[in-house]
């Protein structure tokens, strides 16, 4: 009869606890939270329309040799071989990423970085198909602490 009542107890407690399932994802590609996911550029290409014109933070390696527009790819056999079906172009014109271009233009060049920004899946620059990065605010490389720019 105890353990019945303890039983009981235990089962009213967990149906009075409010779980908020949908605040957080987490799995083996993405990581979302409220305000925007975190994700490699190859489930952002897979799952565009996911993430059209959505707040996302993609995982890549840099190719900012135009100052206008960018790249950043896979990996780095495609950076190497400028493999555009495995990249997402960057627009690098607003007025802080383009500051930090024109004084320091190699400084994410090659690097694994973080783009903070807009995606929009149907408006890419390089072959037309795998849309791009609009409004980035941030761009960070991968280990580097202040590289924020």
């Given at each position: 009869?105890?353990f019945?009542?303890?039983?009981l107890?235990f089962?009213?407690?967990?149906?009075?606890v409010?779980?908020?399932?949908?605040?957080?994802?987490l799995d083996?590609?993405e990581?979302?939270?409220?305000?925007?996911c975190?994700?490699?550029?190859?489930?952002?290409?897979?799952n565009?329309?996911?993430?059209?014109?959505k707040?996302?933070?993609a995982v890549?390696i840099?190719?900012f040799?135009?100052p206008?527009k960018?790249?950043?790819y896979?990996?780095?056999g495609?950076?190497?071989?400028?493999?555009?079906?495995?990249?997402?172009?960057v627009?690098?014109?607003?007025?802080?990423i383009a500051?930090l271009?024109?004084?320091?233009?190699?400084?994410?060049?090659?690097?694994?970085?973080?783009?903070?920004?807009v995606y929009?899946?149907n408006l890419?620059?390089?072959n037309?198909?795998n849309?791009?990065?609009?409004?980035?605010e941030?761009?960070y490389i991968?280990?580097?602490?202040?590289s924020?720019?």
């Amino acid at each position: 009869m105890r353990f019945m009542w303890l039983a009981l107890m235990f089962v009213i407690l967990l149906s009075s606890v409010g779980i908020n399932a949908a605040s957080t994802t987490l799995d083996a590609n993405e990581r979302c939270d409220q305000t925007n996911c975190l994700l490699s550029v190859i489930h952002l290409m897979a799952n565009a329309g996911k993430y059209e014109r959505k707040k996302i933070v993609a995982v890549g390696i840099a190719d900012f040799s135009d100052p206008k527009k960018g790249t950043i790819y896979l990996d780095e056999g495609s950076y190497k071989h400028k493999i555009y079906e495995h990249s997402v172009s960057v627009e690098l014109d607003t007025p802080k990423i383009a500051a930090l271009l024109k004084k320091e233009p190699d400084f994410f060049q090659g690097k694994y970085v973080y783009v903070d920004g807009v995606y929009l899946a149907n408006l890419g620059h390089h072959n037309g198909d795998n849309g791009g990065i609009y409004d980035v605010e941030s761009i960070y490389i991968i280990g580097l602490k202040g590289s924020e720019r």
